[in-house]
């Protein structure tokens, strides 16, 4: 499995460009997953729901299935967050995994950047950032620039970048 990344300040639109691009690379044939980072109150369980319960009550890990899908949850109790190597270890294999967050993880990634936020940009002091995808020109950078509006151009260049070939 290919892991490639998007990095960004907050309100950048990592989220927003990821979207744009997973119907993209499914069009090509590509088998796409993603992995995104939380903050630390994130929890997919609901209070009183059976499942939160189930681990309320002590549960190592508690896995939720019907017929549309599965989940499953498992606590640390304690134990160190995981880093982005063993967690992709937990899924099935695809062709591409798609990260959001883990930007200190040593993975390729596309950085976004938009102008209007001010905030300096990631790629002079990541050597990991592969390109930049920016609603504005930017100079000269180290990595090459793409833009911010072009799905189909972005997700050719993580495509090549992966040595991916669509179907």
Avoid: N, Y
């Avoid at 019907?66 to 498992?74: D, N, P, V």
């Amino acid at each position: 499995m290919r892991i490639f990344g998007l990095a960004g300040w907050s309100g950048s639109g990592k989220t927003t460009l990821l979207i744009r691009l997973l119907p993209v690379l499914v069009g090509r044939g590509i088998t796409v997953s993603t992995v995104k980072h939380a903050h630390h109150a994130f929890d997919v369980d609901q209070p009183g729901k059976d499942s939160w319960r189930h681990r309320e009550a002590g549960a190592h890990e508690v896995l939720v299935s019907s017929a549309r899908r599965w989940a499953l949850m498992h606590e640390h109790r304690g134990a160190a967050e995981p880093g982005l190597d063993e967690l992709v270890r937990h899924m099935s294999p695809v062709d591409l995994v798609l990260v959001e967050g883990f930007k200190t993880h040593p993975h390729p990634k596309l950085e976004i950047h938009r102008q209007a936020l001010g905030k300096p940009l990631l790629c002079r002091d990541d050597p990991f950032i592969v390109a930049v995808a920016s609603d504005a020109p930017l100079g000269t950078l180290p990595v090459p620039r793409l833009s911010l509006d072009d799905a189909a151009g972005i997700a050719e260049f993580i495509l090549a970048h992966c040595h991916l070939k669509a179907a």
